[in-house]
């Protein structure tokens, strides 16, 4: 026998309560994981260090004692991971191993320009795929749904590594349109604001570009597959009879119910803004935190590896957690159930 729980007039703990206390103890998880994977991977700081032929290489072996001790390398697991709390806890990420330089000062000087890099061309990709999609899917089966199904096919299957590699030879070695990497030029000073911003730019077209490119093809399918799934859907024939024009159903009624999945992704990849994009930023010696986790990983850099990944994982989560409370502002149901 079902039970009526409005009937029995049962109060129910809010919805965004259980979401928030939920991301509490996520949060609580994904710190310790945080703490255990660096430690999980083969070698730690103090063996790169014992390796002459590593870049971090210290022939003392006192010195390495010493700077075991001073990092807490030398104090057993859990030690290391009640100071690791301790450490969140009072904002202290420590200090970097390998440039011997505090954590969140590196993070303070990462951060900013993967921001720049990946948000705008975020942005410029989701209102691209947004749009086409959406519109390829209202006019499922034309010329025009299959001309734009083929192009972002294409744009989905480009390997991004061998078009960067092009865009860098064509553009900046050939060309010399643009300059070949890092995100200003070295040694260079500005004598206006609009020339630094001029030079910040030329420098942010190429990776932005092939941010965007790997961007859209996948959130596109998203999006038309969305659109189409619901154009049988009642409040569409609804909308239909009254007569409304046609553009405000694909957009008012059509869009605003199939972009759910759609912002569920774009939270995701917007809470992994911030890690920035590793080859990316690799291949063009851009100065953001995507760079600073490939070279601390090669370094067994525990305190840049804890906090870069402390970074991206409270913003995954957040993100996830705005999605899901805007959920309820998108779909009432959503909101009820």
């Known amino acids: 026998m079902s039970v009526n729980i409005r009937a029995l007039n049962v109060r129910r703990t809010p919805r965004w309560l259980n979401q928030v206390g939920l991301y509490g103890l996520t949060v609580w998880a994904v710190l310790t994981f945080n703490f255990l994977l660096p430690r999980a991977l083969p070698g730690d700081p103090i063996a790169a260090m014992q390796d002459s032929s590593s870049n971090f290489y210290i022939a003392d072996a006192e010195a390495r004692a010493r700077l075991a001790a001073y990092y807490g390398l030398d104090r057993p697991l859990g030690e290391q991971y009640l100071g690791y709390l301790a450490g969140i806890a009072t904002v202290n990420l420590g200090w970097s191993i390998r440039l011997n330089t505090p954590v969140i000062e590196l993070l303070r000087l990462r951060l900013p320009w993967t921001l720049l890099l990946t948000i705008p061309t975020l942005l410029i990709a989701s209102t691209i795929t947004v749009l086409a999609g959406v519109h390829s899917g209202w006019v499922r089966g034309s010329r025009t749904d299959r001309a734009l199904l083929i192009a972002f096919n294409l744009i989905r299957t480009m390997p991004v590594y061998l078009l960067g590699v092009f865009a860098l030879i064509l553009f900046s070695v050939n060309l010399g349109w643009l300059p070949l990497f890092g995100a200003t030029t070295p040694f260079r000073v500005w004598q206006t604001p609009w020339e630094q911003a001029a030079d910040i730019l030329k420098h942010w077209i190429l990776p932005a570009s092939l941010l965007i490119v790997e961007t859209l093809g996948a959130r596109f399918l998203l999006m038309r597959n969305s659109m189409v799934a619901v154009l049988g859907e009642d409040y569409m024939l609804v909308a239909r009879a009254k007569g409304l024009p046609e553009r405000a159903i694909e957009f008012r009624h059509g869009l605003r119910n199939a972009i759910l999945p759609f912002v569920t992704a774009f939270s995701a990849q917007l809470g992994f803004a911030v890690s920035g994009a590793i080859f990316i930023e690799t291949l063009f010696a851009y100065p953001g935190m995507g760079r600073l986790m490939f070279d601390a990983v090669g370094a067994r850099d525990y305190p840049v590896l ?30 009820e159930a």
């Open 306 to 335: 804890e906090g870069s990944f402390l970074v991206v994982a409270l913003s995954v989560l957040t993100m996830n957690l705005l999605a899901d409370l805007m959920y309820g502002w998108l779909d009432p149901r959503v909101r």
